[in-house]
């Protein structure tokens, strides 16, 4: 086994034991490490693929209660990925995943040191299909559609159960649709293929582990894990933008 590969399985299975808790993440985890073994234009079909075996695998714990809380996400994030695409020559990708990066550095801290979350009750579905469409829009601008609908997810109070059947829901449709994409466009290379059934068992593996560890996690622990992911990706974020911002 060569050291790339060695990074890539090892990456992988932290990445899938992650997703695996927390219902999210996968490429957060393992860009940090496939970055350095990998091209973009095989890490990025990937990561893809590797998230939906964990999503999927996931699906076993689905509360049936978080599919009506998961569709406006979905409806508001199909329109917005477009959008963010068009936005794309307009915006600065790199100045957006700073300021993005920068805003979650802060807030989730803050957030994870509050006696109690704040909770956001007005709005209902209208709201959350606003937060799905601006996470579309951040996934066709950046490649990042996760931050917004589940930081909104906390901001809301659900149960855990409920936060994370609505991030597998959202993401799974997401992932479903961009490899759709790679597929039709040829963009899944075979250098990138050969990868998948290398990664598959070893994600299987994880995403299970991490499922067993989530179990243990009350609401609390949960919102714990799910805050300091989203402040580790506040972090890369702004790690991999200012360093090309400052040139």
């Not at 409806?75 to 805003?103: K, N």
């Not at 209902?124 to 990042?144: I, S, T």
């Not at 931050?147 to 659900?158: A, K, N, Q, S, Y």
Request: proline share 7%; hydrophobic share 60%.
């Amino acid at each position: 086994m060569t050291f790339g590969l060695a990074i890539v399985i090892f990456g992988g299975a932290l990445a899938g034991f992650i997703q695996g808790v927390s219902g999210f993440a996968f490429g957060l985890v393992a860009m940090a490490f496939w970055s350095w073994a990998l091209e973009p234009a095989i890490a990025g079909p990937l990561v893809v693929f590797c998230s939906l075996i964990g999503q999927a695998m996931g699906m076993r714990l689905l509360k049936l209660s978080a599919v009506p809380r998961a569709i406006p996400f979905i409806l508001g994030g199909i329109p917005g990925v477009p959008v963010g695409v068009l936005l794309l020559p307009m915006v600065d990708p790199r100045l957006f995943q700073a300021g993005l990066g920068a805003l979650l550095i802060l807030w989730c801290p803050a957030m994870l040191l509050a006696a109690r979350l704040p909770r956001i009750t007005i709005g209902g579905p209208v709201a959350d299909g606003v937060a799905g469409f601006l996470g579309g829009v951040m996934g066709g601008l950046g490649g990042l559609p996760g931050p917004i609908p589940t930081l909104w997810c906390v901001l809301r109070g659900w149960d855990r159960a409920t936060q994370r059947g609505v991030f597998q829901l959202v993401f799974l449709s997401m992932h479903v649709m961009t490899m759709a994409g790679y597929l039709l466009t040829g963009t899944v290379s075979a250098r990138a293929a050969w990868l998948f059934p290398v990664m598959l068992p070893i994600v299987i593996a994880t995403a299970l582990l991490g499922a067993a560890a989530y179990r243990r996690l009350g609401d609390v622990g949960f919102q714990r894990v799910v805050l300091a992911l989203l402040a580790a990706s506040g972090v890369a974020l702004l790690a991999g933008s200012l360093p090309k911002l400052l040139l």
